[in-house]
């Protein structure tokens, strides 16, 4: 997966807890913002297997590169080609808050 410049579309989501008639807060995604992003799957460790919990899954690191967007957090989530990332890291490229790295983990069960 690439998609070199900022042409892929991606959303970032946060979680939300928003109590639901019964009394729970279950686990729902709001959106928080939308971002032209340039996809790169990290090649050194893209479809790594681990074993976790004696459960085998793969590993797919891709990292998003996308316009500052303030307030962004490594516990958020993107979502891309309906599939979701895990932001393991929000690096804001030298400090100029002008584009940042969001590093992010596919897990494939």
Known sequence: MSCGGLKCKITIEQQSTTQN?????????????????????MNTFANREAVTANQEHSRIDVKFRIRYLSGTLPKMRVS???????????ININEENRFMWLMCEKVVS
């Open 21 to 41: 008639t019964y009394g729970e807060y279950p686990n729902s995604w709001t959106t928080f913002g939308t971002a032209w992003a340039e996809v790169i799957t």
């Open 80 to 90: 891309f080609n309906s599939a979701y990332y895990d932001i393991k890291a929000v």
